[in-house]
């Protein structure tokens, strides 16, 4: 069965956190290795990190860990040129890719089961979780949408893609509000420490 890859972007600069929060400290982990930790629990054959700020301090922390690094040296043109260096990074042939935001560790692996799931009983190629009819996040997309991807303006990003195909989108139950939150402000991540503690 061809594989489903996690595309997990981590090369932003954290303007708003002020430092790289990638690195902040998270339920006993760095909230990099959180997310990483929740992708590789989950039914994602294989995991690809794309770095770009900072990216010698979070290869210290990741290294190690079971997943292959890639390097967005257009990192600064936004988050859609980090989706297109993890997409060049995926081998010719590949079933679906799910794409995280490195800032959101308290999706868990059950979550990104259920779209999995979703996706091979539906046969639809645009799956995202949703709370309360709110779009959330990780976006799982099937490998027909590669090369679209690629022609996306980088600043409507993702969403365009959504736009552009309707009919081919599955919105997936979360039943959870975590797929709505992610870190980027100082006042954000303290809200996330107090949910955790």
Known sequence: MPEIWAIILAAGES???KDPKMLLPFGGKTIIE???ENVTASDVDKTVVVLGSG???IMKVTGNLPVMHCYNE???QGMLSSVICGLRFLPEHFDAVIIFQGDQ???GHNVINLLI???RKSGKGILMPVFNNKRGHPLLVSSRYRAEIENLDGKTGLR???ERFPHDVL???AGTPDILRDIDTPEDYKNELNQIT
């Open 15 to 17: 303007k708003r956190m």
């Open 34 to 36: 959180k997310v990483i």
């Open 55 to 57: 990216k010698d301090k």
């Open 74 to 76: 257009r990192y600064l």
């Open 105 to 107: 560790p308290m999706i």
């Open 117 to 119: 799931e979703a996706y």
């Open 160 to 162: 365009a893609l959504a």
């Open 171 to 173: 919105e997936v139950d």
